[in-house]
Nanobody
Framework: QVQLVESGGGLVQAGGSLRVSCVAS????????MGWFRQPPGKEREFVAA????????YYSDSVKGRFTISRGNAKNTVYLQMNSLKPEDTAIYYC????????????????WGQGTQVTVSS
């Protein structure tokens, strides 16, 4: 079992930056690939970024590529999402997730989810 807790969400103006974090419980964090997803108001949850167990491979959706960076610190059981050049369309609840696969790009590929953190980008 893995428990995930996100933090760092908030309100930011368009063009600004924000970093969200996700802390995992348990001593096997480094064996999981991690992902960030988001759910805009009235829409389905969508893939944002993923990182493999070592941090050596990362994956991004086209909508955030070049603006967002996913990273992890296995010693701190934490995964991060640095978000730069934020746009109003980035407004969503951001969720972190863990999978025992090598990586995952879809909701169905993840086994554990956090409760989410709200990110609001004003225009």
């Amino acid at each position: 079992q893995v428990q995930l807790v996100e933090s760092g969400g908030g309100l930011v103006q368009a063009g600004g930056s924000l970093r969200v974090s996700c802390v995992a419980s348990g001593r096997t964090f480094s064996s999981y690939a991690m992902g960030w997803f988001r759910q805009p108001p009235g829409k389905e949850r969508e893939f944002v970024a993923a990182i493999n167990w070592s941090g050596g491979r990362t994956y991004y959706s086209d909508s955030v590529k070049g603006r967002f960076t996913i990273s992890r610190g296995n010693a701190k059981n934490t995964v991060y999402l640095q978000m730069n050049s934020l746009k109003p369309e980035d407004t969503a609840i951001y969720y972190c997730a863990a999978t025992q696969r090598r990586y995952g790009l879809e909701v169905r590929e993840y086994d554990y989810w956090g409760q989410g953190t709200q990110v609001t980008v004003s225009s």
